[in-house]
């Protein structure tokens, strides 16, 4: 536990500390007062409002619209059907900032709703809450649907025979031992909506604010640390209740039921009701899901010419940006990937080392750890990204010119993801393995190189995919600290919509078509390789 303890102390506590003492202190002295004067105030009221409400309402929509698909991926077996649970999967793993661009795209100025109805939701709530939705869907269908075809359906059926009607049944039996994952699910879509960046910042516009949105609005513009710092002691107290409250749900979820081998519950739909069920939930993901991404494709290559690749070519000079950046836009794909395989491996070693810790020990101490490891997820990245900067900027980590800031500040991320992913499959490696090592001489290197890593290989792969999927898409934090010589996607997006000019909108749909790319092929070889449902995500 040392080395996990003390990279979070170094890169996540300190950071966010740091800048919370500096919005509440002055001459030495804490001004808590200050935290009353900022709350009262009516403009925060209103964003606490907003981030609240939204998040309560986009993930009621994400629950409606999601669960007929969880059932669907459940329990009805159809050609095509493991191709579009990748899809589906798809969002969850797109950078925010190309979330809101491809949802820019279809429903903004110029956009496909706009030039055949002359309909706009930009700047609007709608426009939000559909996007959150469209990034969500995924987590109640892999949390919901992977539990759902584990549930006997003998369990029903006896039900049935006992008199009770099909909806009865479903009441009385499905839904209690499901609701430990619709609780789990809706808790996660909650957590990311609450601290909602790139999708409230590309597509709210100056009316819609979230904590995270004014946290950087605070920060970045104002330089008002004491509101900034307020907001943020508000963000974290919030995401830790959640996280106490899905931790919760999660334990339930791992001892209350007996399960079954998934590939004994899924058959083919029988009956008009079950295939229009079936078409229907085909029908929204083609609506919700595959519309934007191919609509943000089309858009990239609608030059004022016609279709082409102008935009792509346009990625590799430096004068095309109109001076929005001091080197080719194109070159911010490599630099995202250099940044991201380093991530990566940080995240696998910490990542590695805590979910070994929390196997081999029990008690509050560790479940404490284990949700310090969650954090990173809730807690304003904007906040760690400008810790970054007034914090480790002496000797020895005087590191504000050092590359290595912005992995450091990716991996953050990808840790909690690198545990989640390895931690059910490390529990389940039988103990008395290691100690039959033990005994034939193996030391605690050698046994853990022959005995665990076989094991969790191909969870390790996956960890490491999912890792490097959310470090290419991390912006909350890299838009602080990523330099302007080497840029990474998310920022470069950031940066071109934020220009005026055809051509700096049509770069930014090149850009966030080739990050999405990336994103989709890393998540389709990740499904190649998970033969099993290991893992939370």
């Known amino acids: 536990m040392a080395v996990p303890v003390a990279f979070f102390a170094l890169f996540f506590?300190?950071?966010?500390?740091?800048?919370?003492?500096?919005?509440?202190?002055?001459?030495?002295?804490?001004?808590?007062?200050?935290?009353?004067?900022?709350?009262?105030?009516?403009d925060i009221r209103d964003v606490l409002w907003f981030t609240t409400w939204q998040a309560l309402v986009s993930t009621a929509l994400t629950l409606l619209i999601a669960l007929p698909g969880a059932y669907v991926f459940a329990r009805f077996d159809f050609p095509g059907k493991q191709l579009l649970r990748a899809v589906v999967t798809v969002p969850f793993v797109l950078p925010t900032v190309v979330v809101g661009t491809a949802f820019l795209a279809l429903v903004g100025r110029g956009g496909f709703m706009d030039e055949l109805w002359g309909v706009r939701l930009d700047t609007t709530v709608w426009a939000i809450l559909l996007a959150h939705v469209f990034f969500n869907y995924a987590v109640v269908v892999r949390t919901v649907g992977g539990l759902w075809s584990q549930l006997d359906p003998r369990q029903e059926e006896a039900a049935r025979v006992l008199g009770a009607g099909r909806f009865a049944a479903w009441r009385r039996v499905t839904l209690p031992a499901l609701a430990p994952a619709v609780a789990a699910a809706a808790l996660m879509v909650f957590l990311f909506t609450f601290t909602s960046f790139g999708v409230v910042q590309i597509l709210g516009g100056p009316g819609y604010a979230t904590l995270e949105v004014e946290i950087y609005r605070q920060t970045a513009q104002l330089l008002a640390l004491p509101t900034a710092a307020v907001l943020t002691l508000v963000q974290f107290a919030a995401v830790g209740a959640i996280l106490a409250v899905h931790a919760w749900t999660v334990r339930r979820r791992e001892t209350a039921l007996k399960l079954v081998d998934p590939a004994q519950t899924a058959r083919r739909p029988r009956g008009a009701g079950q295939w229009a069920l079936l078409c229907g939930v085909l029908l929204s993901v083609l609506v919700l899901i595959l519309l934007p991404l191919g609509v943000l494709v089309e858009r990239s290559l609608a030059t004022p010419g016609g279709h082409g690749l102008d935009y792509y070519r346009a990625l590799g000079s430096v004068d095309a940006g109109g001076?929005?950046?001091?080197?080719?836009?194109?070159?911010?794909?490599?630099?995202?990937?250099?940044?991201?395989?380093?991530?990566?491996?940080?995240?696998?070693?910490?990542?590695?080392?805590?979910?070994?810790?929390?196997?081999?020990?029990?008690?509050?101490?560790?479940?404490?750890?284990?949700?310090?490891?969650?954090?990173?997820?809730?807690?304003?990245?904007?906040?760690?990204?400008?810790?970054?900067?007034?914090?480790?900027?002496k000797p020895p980590l005087d590191l504000r010119t050092s590359w290595i800031l912005v992995p450091l500040a990716q991996a953050l991320v990808g840790v909690p993801f690198v545990v989640r992913t390895m931690l059910p499959v490390l529990r389940a490696v039988d103990g008395r393995l290691r100690e039959a090592a033990a005994v034939l001489g193996a030391s605690p290197l050698r046994a853990w190189r022959e005995v665990d890593l076989p094991l969790v290989r191909r969870a390790l792969l996956v960890a490491a995919g999912f890792a490097f999927a959310v470090s290419l898409g991390e912006f909350g934090a890299t838009v602080f600290i990523a330099r302007p010589d080497r840029p990474t996607l998310p920022v470069a997006v950031a940066r071109l919509l934020g220009r005026a000019g055809e051509l700096n909108y049509g770069q930014a749909m090149a850009l966030s078509t080739l990050l999405m790319a990336v994103c989709a092929v890393s998540l389709l070889l990740l499904e190649r390789m998970r033969t099993d449902r290991s893992g939370e995500f």
């Not at 500096?22 to 001459?27: E, I, N, T, V, W």
């Not at 002295?29 to 200050?34: A, K």
């Not at 490599?334 to 590695?352: D, F, M, R």
């Open 323 to 393: 001076g929005t950046f001091l080197v080719a836009p194109l070159e911010a794909v490599w630099n995202s990937t250099q940044y991201a395989l380093v991530a990566t491996a940080i995240a696998l070693v910490i990542g590695g080392l805590a979910a070994a810790a929390l196997t081999r020990r029990t008690g509050r101490l560790v479940r404490g750890f284990d949700a310090l490891l969650m954090l990173p997820l809730g807690v304003s990245a904007v906040t760690v990204g400008f810790g970054f900067l007034i914090t480790l900027d």
């Open 13 to 42: 506590a300190y950071p966010v500390t740091a800048i919370v003492g500096r919005g509440l202190k002055a001459d030495g002295v804490w001004q808590f007062g200050r935290i009353g004067e900022v709350l009262t105030r009516p």
